[in-house]
């Protein structure tokens, strides 16, 4: 059974920073790619960065190019986004997922809210 677990989220001052973390199970965690989306109240759900399985290449979105990183640790299961500079903008919903081939599962998101 795939799970995905979020930490990290929380409430930060515009410039401010925060670290994501996501701590999978229940499939092969170093073939799959890992994925954050976000989803801001009204809005559909974005691709924000992904690091593929095996090879770690890394890719983003243009909003969050140069300010967000994404990370994993194999021996851990764990996928980290560590964000910085945030904006205003940024406050959404943000949620872990599990990639290859198809969707493997979700995480159940947690909330980030950049705001003065």
């Known amino acids: 059974q795939v799970q995905l677990v979020e930490s990290g989220g929380g409430s930060v001052q515009p410039g401010g920073s925060l670290r994501l973390s996501c701590a999978a199970s229940?499939?092969?965690?170093?073939?799959?790619?890992m994925r954050w989306y976000r989803q801001a109240p009204g809005k559909e759900r974005e691709l924000v960065a992904t690091?593929?399985?095996?090879?770690?290449?890394?890719n983003y979105a243009d909003s969050v190019k140069g300010r967000f990183t994404i990370s994993r640790d194999n021996a851990k299961r764990t996928v980290s986004l560590q964000m910085n500079n945030l904006k205003p903008e940024d406050t959404a919903v943000y949620y872990c997922?599990?990639?290859?081939?198809?969707?493997?599962?979700w995480g159940q998101g947690t909330q980030v809210t950049v705001s003065s």
């Open positions: 997922n599990a990639f290859r081939i198809q969707t493997l599962g």
């Open positions: 229940g499939f092969t965690f170093e073939r799959a790619s």
């Open positions: 690091i593929t399985g095996v090879t770690n290449i890394t």
